[in-house]
């Protein structure tokens, strides 16, 4: 689970969905936002499969993007929440 080429860029926090994002097997929400220093954000942010999903943060600062603390269990469903939640970040 790599963010690549996914960091945090002026206004960002005000294009993300709101609500949750449903798709086929799995969803995405981002469910508060932290703005936790001039070009920084903390994310909280459930996805994954509808009965299992995941709770975590994800920290983007103006290098870098990653989940903060530990990373999402390696699942199929996770991993394809996980490439929405990076197409949705690098908007």
């Not at 994310?43 to 530990?70: M, N, Q, W």
Request: charge should be positive.
């Amino acid at each position: 689970f790599n963010f690549n080429i996914v960091k945090y860029r002026n206004g960002l926090e005000d294009e993300l969905p709101k609500k949750a994002l449903v798709f086929d097997g799995y969803f995405v929400h981002f469910e508060r936002m932290f703005k936790t220093e001039d070009e920084k954000l903390l994310i909280k942010c459930a996805f994954g499969s509808f009965d299992r999903p995941e709770h975590k943060y994800i920290l983007l600062d103006k290098t870098s993007c990653r989940y903060f603390v530990s990373s999402p269990v390696k699942t199929t469903v996770n991993y394809e929440a996980h490439k929405k939640i990076m197409e949705l970040l690098n908007v």
